[in-house]
């Protein structure tokens, strides 16, 4: 009788077991009814609205897609487009005083933020010295506008959220969702 119980427990234990399993193949493709699509637009940082601290410039844009479900379930993602590639942000810049020996001397770091309805793309320098965003303005990746591409996501997929997508490269954000440039 022993070895009858031992067989039924093991069998139990075993498909027990095989219900706990979980392999991630990292499948292509959105998981879900995601919608997920992105639009292109420009950065200028000549025409960005300088706050009264004189530490931030930035521009908003109306993205009637960035909805609820975007900021609660979703994300929103940004890229700039510099040397034939896309970089996403934020992205830190060092500043360097002309008349100085090769240091950084400042930084500005260039991000976003989103919220129901809007985008907001800005530039944030450590300093307000109209010399530094003299620089800034004459940046290469600034330097006549700057192409832009905002990937919207209604729903985060689970590859996303553990990590298998790496969100900073559009390219493999791009083929991951199927989407067209």
């Known amino acids: 009788m ?6 039924v427990i093991l069998a139990v234990m075993a498909f027990s077991a095989s219900g706990c399993i979980i392999e991630d193949d990292d499948p292509v493709g959105p998981i879900g009814n995601a919608e997920i699509f992105s639009l292109n637009f420009n950065f200028n940082l000549r025409q960005a609205q300088l706050n009264d601290g004189g530490t931030v410039a930035s521009e908003q844009y109306d993205v009637p897609d960035i909805t609820g479900s975007v900021v609660d379930d979703g994300t929103v993602l940004v ?7 896309w970089t996403a942000l934020p992205y830190t810049i060092s500043v360097e005083a002309p008349d100085d020996p090769p240091r950084v001397d400042y930084s500005a770091s260039f991000s976003y933020g989103y919220d129901d309805g809007f985008l907001e793309v800005f530039v944030e320098s450590s300093t307000s010295d109209p010399v530094v965003w003299e620089e800034l303005e004459s940046f290469e990746v600034f330097d006549g506008g700057t192409q832009m591409k905002a990937v919207i996501i209604n729903s985060l997929p689970f590859a996303a959220k553990q990590g298998s997508l790496d969100l900073r490269d559009y390219e493999a954000v791009k083929a991951y969702y199927g989407l067209q440039d």
């Open 2 to 7: 022993k070895p009858l119980s031992t067989l």
């Open 79 to 85: 890229y700039y487009r510099f040397a034939g590639t």
